[in-house]
């Protein structure tokens, strides 16, 4: 099991950016895959990016396509840079580990994921 932190949420402008940080407490690059998730008040928590094992794939939600960017460092780190925020983007941001599967998947259903962190909020004033 893996403990996950996220970092970097906020109050922002319409239109502006943030970077969230995931820090890990063990290295997670080639062992999990990981996502990103988000839920807003009285929804449902829906996929936001996720990254394979090994760098070499991401996957993102139709509507943060282009705006949004999951990134891996080689140790213990992963982010997601925001940019175009749109109010509709406020949510609490949550990171996740899926140890090991298919190197080359990435996950999108949050049931095939199994450490979580605690979460961060982001909010996007209009």
């Known amino acids: 099991q893996v403990q996950l932190v996220e970092s970097g949420g906020g109050l922002v402008q319409a239109g502006g950016s943030l970077r969230l940080s995931c820090a890990a407490s063990e290295r997670t690059f080639s062992a999990y895959a990981m996502g990103w998730f988000r839920q807003a008040p009285g929804k449902e928590r829906e996929f936001v990016a996720g990254?394979?094992?090994?760098?070499?794939?991401t996957r993102y939600a139709d509507s943060v396509e282009g705006r949004f960017t999951i990134s891996r460092d080689s140790a213990k780190n992963t982010y997601l840079q925001m940019s175009s925020l749109e109010p509709e983007d406020t949510a609490t941001y949550y990171c996740?580990?899926?140890?090991?599967?298919?190197?080359?998947?990435?996950?999108?259903?949050?049931?095939?994921?199994?450490?979580w962190g605690q979460g961060t909020q982001v909010t996007v004033g209009s």
């Open positions: 996740a580990a899926k140890s090991g599967g298919n190197i080359w998947n990435v996950p999108s259903n949050a049931a095939e994921y199994d450490d």
């Open positions: 990254i394979n094992r090994i760098n070499t794939r």
